[in-house]
T-cell receptor
Framework: KNEVEQSPQNLTAQEGEFITINCSYS?????LHWLQQHPGGGIVSLFM???GKKKHGRLIATINIQEKHSSLHITASHPRDSAVYIC??????????FGTGTSLTVIP | EAGVVQSPRYKIIEKKQPVAFWCNPI?????LYWYLQNLGQGPELLIR????????DSQLPKDRFSAERLKGVDSTLKIQPAELGDSAVYLC????????????????FGEGSRLTVL
């Protein structure tokens, strides 16, 4: 059993659509991280959150600690948003548990 | 501020040859991670350092893999001898351990070292 589960595994959207990627985790966390990896590129940190909601531009991340669930939303999606989005749970011992990623393709 | 620096970016070797990867974390980051990433998969931990101490190396194949982080700053990961199945991207990441003043807790990755074993 994976400590972090993401859904969907693959997602194709039309440009402009609202996108949601879900993450459920089973470990106790100190923080939940959302990461982005473009094809052939490095991994970039998008958000780190331990409660509530954070927003950067068109990206919004939310977390429900009681339900052990987080979501990443992209508003007005654009082809440049095409990437793999990875959810990672960090415990108090500084260990990270990674989801297998959601591959997003935004079609013009 | 410089990010996590890794070298080389690409390495092609024949099986049974040795290979080494180098990582320089962000200045002041006491936690350093080496991950392995296969195509279409998430990162898999190889080893985690807190300063110069390897605190989690349970997933490191110690018969052929070794790592060191002398002086608690930069780190090297070595494979000797390399096997075909070692072809992957080797990622280094760093962060500040929780509790430190000004700790954002974010995880910063290097660009990775892509290894191809022929």
């Amino acid at each position: 059993k994976n400590e972090v589960e993401q859904s969907p595994q693959n997602l194709t959207a039309q440009e402009g659509e609202f996108i949601t990627i879900n993450c459920s985790y089973s470990v106790g966390i100190s923080a939940l991280h959302w990461l982005q990896q473009h094809p052939g590129g490095g991994i970039v940190s998008l958000f780190m959150l331990s409660s509530g909601k954070k927003k950067h531009g068109r990206l919004i991340a939310t977390i429900n600690i009681q339900e052990k669930h987080s979501s990443l939303h992209i508003t007005a999606s654009h082809p440049r948003d095409s990437a793999v989005y990875i959810c990672a749970a960090r415990n108090t011992g500084n260990q990270f548990y990674f989801g297998t990623g959601t591959s997003l393709t935004v079609i013009p | 501020e410089a990010g996590v620096v890794q070298s080389p970016r690409y390495k092609i070797i024949e099986k049974k040859q040795p290979v080494a990867f180098w990582c320089n974390p962000i200045s002041g980051h006491n936690t350093l991670y080496w991950y392995l990433q296969n195509l279409g998969q998430g990162p898999e931990l190889l080893i985690r350092y807190e300063n110069e101490e390897a605190v989690d190396d349970s997933q490191l194949p110690k018969d052929r893999f070794s790592a060191e982080r002398l002086k608690g700053v930069d780190s090297t990961l070595k494979i000797q001898p390399a096997e075909l199945g070692d072809s992957a991207v080797y990622l280094c990441a760093s962060s500040v351990r929780g509790g430190a003043v000004g700790n954002t807790g974010e995880l910063f990755f290097g660009e990775g070292s892509r290894l191809t074993v022929l």
